[in-house]
Nanobody
């Protein structure tokens, strides 16, 4: 099993920045695909950014150019730098890891963007 613990959420005004971190523990494997998903009230959970074991990122169109995902396999962390935040980015953000047919989720951290 893999445990994922997010931190760094909070409230920010439009145009501001937040940095989310995910600490991985347990049966951590450097070849997991890691990423961030989010779920806004009344909406389905959606992928925000993922990163392959080789470090290739994939972003949702809505966050391209504003968000940056990174991973540090030595420290077992995954980070999401979010800039130029918009009210529509408001959601619970979840850290995610995929290993073959298995998926692991963090408990989520709230991000609220409002004036």
């Amino acid at each position: 099993q893999v445990q994922l613990v997010e931190s760094g959420g909070g409230w920010v005004q439009p145009g501001g920045s937040l940095r989310l971190s995910c600490a991985r523990s347990g049966s951590v494997w450097p070849y997991d695909i890691v990423g961030w998903y989010r779920q806004a009230p009344g909406k389905q959970r959606e992928p925000v950014a993922t990163m392959s074991p080789g470090g290739v990122p994939v972003y949702a169109d809505s966050v391209k150019g504003r968000f940056t995902i990174s991973r540090d396999n030595a420290k077992n962390t995954v980070t999401l730098q979010m800039n130029s935040l918009k009210p529509e980015d408001t959601a619970v953000y979840y850290c995610h890891a995929r290993r073959f047919d298995s998926q692991f989720w963090g408990q989520g951290t709230q991000v609220t963007v409002s004036s």
